[in-house]
């Protein structure tokens, strides 16, 4: 929903529900760069291209990521594009 429509629906003026969504984003940022800086030493993310499955002209990615859990490592592939979508889904 947009802002003006929750500030309809919920009877209140847009510059609170403009100030609640702001806040909140500021919140979600801080939240996960914390999070990331834990995660920052328990996993390791690289990337290859492949030209020889290229779709379209366009280069394959193979993300992986080796998560390291107590004494146990998790390796996760994902493969996509080389953008942010792909790597966040190859980190969980």
Do not use: H
């Not at 609170?16 to 760069?33: I, K, P």
């Not at 030209?51 to 390291?68: D, H, L, Q, R």
């Amino acid at each position: 929903m947009s802002k003006s429509v929750t500030a309809q629906v919920l009877n209140l003026p847009y510059g609170a529900v403009s100030r609640w969504t702001y806040e909140a984003g500021r919140f979600s940022d801080q939240y996960l760069e914390k999070k990331w800086k834990k995660l920052a030493n328990r996993i390791d993310v690289d990337e290859i291209s492949i030209y020889e499955m290229s779709i379209e002209g366009n280069p394959v990615w193979i993300w992986t990521a080796c998560i390291k859990k107590r004494d146990k490592k998790y390796y996760v592939y994902e493969v996509g594009n080389r953008n942010g979508k792909t790597f966040l889904k190859s980190t969980g």
